[in-house]
């Protein structure tokens, strides 16, 4: 088990105490990003167990579309081109009170070096009948709202 989702539990409520200082009301963002091949972009972070859409928060003074773009540079290697589409958005609030993420389409990206210094434990393509096991319940919602015409939840 990595070091860091050892201590995750206890240190997520110093965490999120920390953002809601700074920063009151929540905003993150998060990337759907397919390859040729129809596969999903998903990633293991290195602080919290599960497969999940690459994403981060929005930090003061940048857009979510800069979020976005930022975040899937330095998790995944993706540099978005041109504009990501919004897909929805959802309330975290039973996870984070008072967050809400953005799901973002990414149509054009190509590769890049990622920037993520000790973040990211792995990054994966996935077929969606091939979803990895330990998925997070949110990022398999939004990839069957997305991408197989599920209805959509507004809770992520």
């Known amino acids: ?12 409520p110093l965490v999120y105490a920390w953002f ?4 009151g009301l929540t905003l993150g963002v998060r990337g759907l990003v397919t390859d040729a091949e129809g596969r999903v972009l998903l990633v293991q972070h290195t602080y919290v167990p599960g497969w ?3 994403g981060g928060g929005v930090e003061r003074r940048e857009t979510a579309e800069q979020a976005l ?7 995944a290697g993706v540099r978005v081109l041109g ?3 919004l897909v929805s958005v959802h309330s975290n609030e039973p996870r984070h009170p008072g967050d809400h993420v953005l799901l973002y389409r990414v149509h054009a990206w190509e590769p890049c070096p990622a920037a993520a210094q000790g973040e990211i434990h792995e990054v994966g393509w996935f077929a969606l009948d ?3 096991a330990g998925i997070t ?6 990839i069957a709202e997305a991408l197989q015409g599920a209805d ?4 992520w």
């Open 1 to 12: 088990m990595l070091w860091r989702r050892r201590i995750e539990p206890f240190t997520r």
């Open 130 to 132: 091939a979803l990895p």
């Open 83 to 85: 504009r990501a589409s």
């Open 69 to 75: 773009a930022h975040e899937l540079r330095d998790e």
């Open 20 to 23: 809601r200082l700074r920063r």
């Open 52 to 54: 999940h859409l690459p």
């Open 137 to 142: 319940r949110g990022a398999r919602r939004r």
């Open 152 to 155: 959509c939840d507004p809770m």
